[in-house]
């Protein structure tokens, strides 16, 4: 083997350790990633059961933040929501609102935790948590809220009866 082979081979096999280096890095990545993801949202695939008396229901575990955060949909779009019952509508990100198709109606102001905001009013079609559907939600679009996670208030959960247990939130159907 002559000097330039052994020159040749030596960057091959440099390559290819860098090549390794880098789907590791990449697979731990995707791995971390994830983790991270079901942390924050521990309900990425909803469970349902019924229970003793035949009713369905939908069981929620808390995130490492103390926060109810499950996916579902807003008129058969998959989303996510956190459930906050200090909040009296459905509060849906500006730029969400506009990708799922809402139209924007009157003005309204709310109180927040970050002061008064102007938001404006419009109505949902349907939202599903697991197989519980609710339809004609009253909802608001906020330009204020810069994520895309939509918080789930009273003109929903004044339809769902819910009892926490530890760090289990059980939703049932109001009858």
Not at 98 to 120: D, I, M, S
Not at 138 to 152: K, R, T, V
């Amino acid at each position: 083997m002559t000097d330039s082979d052994k020159r040749y081979t030596g960057r091959i096999g440099k390559g290819m350790t860098l090549v390794a280096w880098l789907i590791v890095l990449g697979l731990l990545t995707l791995y971390f990633n994830n983790r991270l993801d079901s942390q924050h949202n521990p309900n990425q695939t909803v469970y349902s059961r019924i229970n003793e008396a035949g009713v369905q229901e939908v069981v929620l575990k808390r995130n490492r933040f103390g926060h109810y955060v499950t996916t579902g949909t807003v008129n058969g779009r998959s989303v996510e929501f956190m459930l906050d019952t200090g909040a009296s509508d459905v509060a849906i990100p500006a730029q969400l609102a506009q990708e799922l198709g809402l139209q924007r109606g009157a003005p309204v102001q709310y109180r927040t935790a970050n002061g008064v905001v102007t938001a404006w009013r419009t109505t949902i079609d349907s939202v599903s948590i697991g197989p519980m559907v609710i339809r004609n939600v009253p909802a608001s679009i906020n330009p204020g809220m810069n994520d895309m996670e939509i918080l789930l208030g009273m003109s929903v959960l004044k339809h769902v009866e819910f009892t926490q247990r530890g760090d289990t939130l059980i939703l049932r159907p109001n009858e």
